[in-house]
């Protein structure tokens, strides 16, 4: 599942790309997406302009003209693409037609633009969905109520996570992912936060001591801003807007090395299940 960089790359590349255009209409082939009757959803966002896009933790929020946010969440494999009516296919600098690639081919929804443009959702599983909601009632969809503090907002300081951590024994990998207390990091990332950080998985979050926990606060910020600057991490299907993976898989310490040489001081890094997740570490350089 796209996680807190991924959607924050999405976001980026939708505010350059498709802010200030316009809707002209909506086609899809798997309508059980659209959490509302399909007529009325095309007929609510056919004529609004973009005005913005947003997100908090996971959640994409594309804000229209007339007080309307589309809320989409990509679940599992799923990603939006951006299409110019003239498809230049040098999307990077290699020069490769992104769209092309497989991952790309399960498109299921598209929203056409005045420009010329398509912003088209791929998703393979077809787990994705889309909601019409009023821009000023966003925080009233039960799924964005639920959500704790966004893990690169202003609100997370590191006061508010040793707030989360006082009195908690749960792991700190499971604390760290549970979207109701900070939104955004995902499995891929908790790896690497803890090993960044010198934390193992397993330590009950009430045991992590007053420098663990400034080490934990800069790690989580270090890490995201470094996966948001190499665009999110294709560790399966995410791919930004042109199609394209990111490149945050290159740079991986942890996750996904298990038999591997901890980068630090040469270790076997080890894998284990926590909370029915593979996780990642390195037994000597995480206490």
């Known amino acids: 599942m796209p996680e807190l960089p991924e959607v924050q790359t999405i976001i980026d590349d939708l505010k350059r790309k498709i802010k200030g255009d316009v809707i002209i209409d909506f086609w899809s082939d798997w309508k059980k997406a659209v959490k509302m009757p399909f007529e009325k959803f095309a007929k609510e966002v056919k004529d609004k302009k973009i005005l913005s896009a947003s997100r908090i933790g996971k959640n994409i929020f594309i804000n229209l003209s007339g007080g309307k946010t589309i809320y989409i969440h990509l679940k599992m494999t799923g990603h939006l693409l951006v299409k110019s009516k003239i498809q230049n296919p040098k999307s990077k600098t290699d020069g490769k037609d992104y769209f092309n690639d497989k991952v790309n081919q399960y498109i299921h929804h598209v929203f056409y633009l005045k420009s010329g443009r398509t912003l088209e959702f ?10 019409l909601a009023d821009t000023n009632k966003i925080g009233e969809i039960k799924e964005i109520k639920s959500l704790g503090v966004d893990a690169m907002s202003k609100e997370f300081s590191l006061e508010k996570l040793s707030e989360l951590l006082d009195g908690k024994k749960t792991k700190i990998k499971l604390l760290l992912m549970d979207q109701s207390k900070i939104a955004g990091i995902g499995n891929i990332y908790v790896s690497e936060i803890l090993f960044e950080s010198g934390i193992l998985p397993v330590r009950p979050a009430d045991k992590i001591d007053k420098e663990e926990r400034k080490n934990l ?6 890490v995201l801003l470094k996966a948001i600057e190499l665009r999110g991490t294709s560790d399966s299907d995410y791919r930004d807007t042109a199609g394209a993976p990111g490149e945050f898989q290159e740079v991986l310490k942890v996750y996904r090395r298990a038999g591997k040489k901890c980068p630090r001081c040469g270790t076997i890094i080890q894998r284990e299940k926590i909370g029915q997740r593979g996780t990642f570490y390195c037994p000597v350089c995480q206490k």
């Not at 606060?217 to 270090?222: A, D, F, L």
Request: net charge positive; no cysteine; proline share 0%.
């Open 122 to 131: 791929s998703d393979l599983r077809k787990f994705g969905k889309i909601i």
């Open 217 to 222: 606060y800069k790690s989580i910020k270090k």
